[in-house]
């Protein structure tokens, strides 16, 4: 028992350094593409190997989120609609845990309803400009906002999840506005500047994200 603890925290300690080193190699621009998608099959990885013990629901939202950034990180040209259809199938996952901890049908008719609010606001805001990918864009942070509140409602279970679905929601505002700066919306300049500098601002919130979901993904941690 104590010899199966030990091996876990040294499997632990070694995924969190793998995961440092990657992260400062995104931060500072150096291979970025290959450090980007390493990071996200790394916290796969991680869960994966723990099997016996993994949580089945963090597993099957890592794998879409693997997908996703396959089509955001690695394909080029970049297939952002692929992505999000696969980001909100990972985000789909997570309520379903989360709803499994939290029963409440109250609000599951709150999410119905936050998402289409999300898609009215979207066709009068866009109007002409209005797509498959807005469309779906604001239906995965209608998803992912009822997710915040579901988590911190079990926040005493599962803490970790709460604050990485956070990240992920400041991750996804950053995306959310570069994207819509270009062909949707007109940003101030300076929000253009802070969105658009050198700084990979999103990864520096997605990339822990996903390191704290994969920690949430093992049962006995």
């Not at 990979?200 to 997605?206: G, H, K, R, T």
């Amino acid at each position: 028992m104590a010899r199966a603890k030990s091996k876990a925290q040294w499997q632990t300690a070694a995924f969190l350094l793998v995961e440092a080193a990657l992260y400062i190699l995104i931060l500072t621009g150096r291979w970025v593409v290959s450090a980007r998608y390493a990071s996200v099959c790394l916290c796969a990885l991680f869960v994966l190997l723990h099997l016996r013990q993994a949580n089945y629901y963090i597993l099957g939202g890592l794998a879409f989120t693997l997908c996703a950034d396959w089509f955001l990180v690695v394909q080029r040209p970049q297939e952002k609609l692929t992505a999000m259809l696969f980001f909100l199938g990972a985000q789909t996952v997570y309520a379903w845990l989360l709803h499994r901890r939290v029963r409440s049908r109250r609000l599951v008719m709150i999410r119905l309803l936050l998402v289409v609010i999300a898609e009215a606001v979207t066709v009068l805001v866009l109007r002409g400009n209005t797509d498959a990918l807005a469309a779906v864009s604001m239906a995965y942070y209608g998803m992912l906002i009822m997710n915040i509140v579901c988590a911190f409602k079990s926040y005493r279970k599962e803490p970790l999840l709460a604050w990485a679905l956070v990240l992920f929601f400041l991750c996804d505002t950053v995306v959310g506005l570069q994207v819509a700066s270009v062909g949707y919306l007109i940003l101030p300049a300076w929000l253009n500047n802070a969105l658009f500098c050198s700084f990979p601002l999103d990864w520096a919130f997605y990339l822990p994200s996903q390191v704290m979901i994969a920690l949430c993904g093992r049962r006995n941690k």
